[in-house]
T-cell receptor, first 115, second 114 residues
Framework: DAGVIQSPRHEVTEMGQEVTLRCKPISGHNSLFWYRQTMMRGLELLIYFNNNVPIDDSGMPEDRFSAKMPNASFSTLKIQPSEPRDSAVYFC?????????????FGPGTRLTVL | AQTVTQSQPEMSVQEAETVTLSCTYDTSESNYYLFWYKQPPSRQMILVIRQEAYKQQNATENRFSVNFQKAAKSFSLKISDSQLGDTAMYFCAFLQGGSEKLVFGKGTKLTVNP
């Protein structure tokens, strides 16, 4: 398979701008996760979806963050407006829900820098 | 809430030698899964090995093996015959059975020296 696909790989933007990160999960997987990685906080789960429905968004830091999954093959994570403290690597991961114990597959990540 | 602790922020090993990375976790559940993920400088998260809590036999994947001590809530990773390509961050992770919230430790940075 092509694996989990994320775009862009790198994003540099200025404070106040809108940022949209994109993810295409592995075909057939019905769970999708957004994680954020920083030096200070490590890997944090932001939100996850089952069958395109958001299940738990308790990790979303603020109302500036939003995520959507309009269909089984596409999800977005949007930050509006962006702030320098949002600088991090954002990972998308997917799995087949009933086989979650088999482990999640991660995308290559998007490195976001907000100036 | 479950927590995962990796007490070794950094480790180093000589090529061809064996190294063990430590991980402890805290849970009151009996059904769960444990994982080790590798993150090389490319930052790709790669699943190295997994263990199901109800299985007493330690998982092995080629040069990678685990020492799973359920009573002690310990899950260490042993890398045998270390190779330069093993240089990476290694994350221990916990998944409660029936849940989909994968909880990660802070990671151990492993350097394999030639």
């Amino acid at each position: 398979d092509a694996g989990v696909i994320q775009s862009p790989r790198h994003e540099v933007t200025e404070m106040g701008q809108e940022v949209t990160l994109r993810c295409k999960p592995i075909s057939g997987h019905n769970s999708l996760f957004w994680y954020r990685q920083t030096m200070m906080r490590g890997l944090e789960l932001l939100i996850y979806f089952n069958n395109n429905v958001p299940i738990d968004d308790s990790g979303m830091p603020e109302d500036r963050f939003s995520a959507k999954m309009p269909n089984a093959s596409f999800s977005t994570l949007k930050i509006q407006p962006s702030e320098p403290r949002d600088s991090a690597v954002y990972f998308c991961a997917s799995s087949f829900r009933r086989l979650a114990g088999a482990g999640f597959r991660f995308g290559p990540g998007t490195r976001l820098t907000v100036l | 809430a479950q927590t995962v602790t990796q007490s070794q922020p950094e480790m180093s090993v000589q090529e061809a030698e064996t190294v063990t990375l430590s991980c402890t976790y805290d849970t009151s559940e009996s059904n769960y899964y444990l994982f080790w993920y590798k993150q090389p400088p490319s930052r790709q998260m790669i699943l190295v090995i997994r263990q199901e809590a109800y299985k007493q036999q330690n998982a092995t994947e080629n040069r990678f093996s685990v020492n799973f001590q359920k009573a002690a809530k310990s899950f260490s990773l042993k890398i045998s015959d270390s190779q330069l390509g093993d240089t990476a961050m290694y994350f221990c992770a916990f998944l409660q059975g029936g849940s989909e919230k994968l909880v990660f430790g802070k990671g151990t940075k492993l350097t394999v020296n030639p």
